[in-house]
């Protein structure tokens, strides 16, 4: 799951996870005029985005591995609750991003700021609130922030390096009997090779020499060619699976309450960019359409996910696996599809990367001299790409390495936080009860996928712990 991330230039444009603390600084310095909204507006005229790009930029920020899990999640939710489920969490999702653009909006117009990430504006929301305690421990706001946006960041690149060494490891397995013809109805048994967490040590060096790259600059050229091979990717499964709609009367309308943790974790994966809205809203030219243009690419991303979680848990019923890539059949054009995904995951894992580096670098850099900045700047880089690859071999299960970072971060930034800074921003100008009793809801429903989620991915973990390498392996039926 990307965001488009602005980087030091306004120009530039970069597919990234989440807003950055130092970008934030960036676009502060080169417009210290008085902010109308979020951002000043004559940087806006001159500089900045249409609504058009914006809704580009926020559909395309949500095409990651979440999407190709979604199958799976509907079938752990069921045929019918499953879509519902996505259903109401795209709706909750989207109602919380706009709660965070309104209260950045405050502040930027309260403390006559240009921009305000994430981060600030939680801290300045409990800096506002009747209680003397958070305001003495406001600082707080945005280091929890932080700490969640590097989990969920780190998360995502377990994830990446999980979904790479699984689709390679098919490929390599099945190139001796992969053909042209994609209609041929038999069935191809895979040639064993090495396990595929040495398949996650094989791409180490590569990832290592992708982090080293500082410039947001350079990264835009892999930004660029992770959209192109993920778009392509998308458009190749879709017409795979409506080809063939099988009888859905065999499928339960709702499975069991046991799996439905697993949904909830990796639909909200996948619902997790709502760190995009504040850096997007910033850039563009007019912002005051930002909350039209918001609800609709909120509404095109809930029905994408509806229909490929729907038809592909349709398509391919309980064979189905934790990435739809896998259930794909043994010809070459659906083989390019695993190969397009593993060059688009491989050029997002840098920009993923970004994030967390520029929070903790910073950091590490300040406490050593000028002469071991770079040293200490590299050393770091490659501890963190060891780390995720460290975490991606103890957890090689694709679909609960999703649930998991799903459900312990992502539920927090995008269900938990926003509806309690609505409470603390607007409780000393009077806010209504219910309100105040919506977002107790909406907050009280992230703590309890947040507890139940984690709890049951990580019982999933332990059951299957003899074998965690052989859940994603299949069978091709061509």
Known sequence: MSVTKSAGSPQ?????NLDLPESAKKVQSQDPSPANGSSSESSKKTKGITGFQTLVHLVKGNMGTGILGLPLAVKNAGILMGPLSLLVMGLIACHCMHILVRC???????????FMDYGDTVMHGLASSPNAWLQNHAHWGRRVVSFFLIVTQLGFCCVYIVFLADNLKQVVEAVNSTTISCHKNETVVLTPTMDSRLYMLSFLPILGLLVFIRNLRVLTIFSLLANISMLV????IAQYIIQEIPDASQLPLVASWK??????????FSFESIGVVLPLENKMKDARGFPTILSLGMSIITTLYIAIGALGYLRFGDDIKASITLNLPNCWLYQSVKLLYVVGI??????????????IIPLAVSQVSKRWALPVDLSIRLALVCLTCMLAILIPRLDLVLSLVGSVSSSALALIIPPLLEVVTYYGEGISPLTVTKDALISILGFMGFVVGTYQALDELIKSGNSPALSNSTMFIQ
């Open 233 to 236: 990717s998308l458009v190749i």
């Open 259 to 268: 799996t439905y943790p697993l949904f909830f974790g990796t639909a909200i």
């Open 346 to 359: 491989l050029c997002t894992y840098a920009l993923q990367f970004y994030v967390p580096a520029e929070i």
């Open 104 to 114: 950045a909006q405050r502040f930027c117009h309260r403390l006559n700021k240009p």
């Open 12 to 16: 530039v444009a970069t597919t990234l």
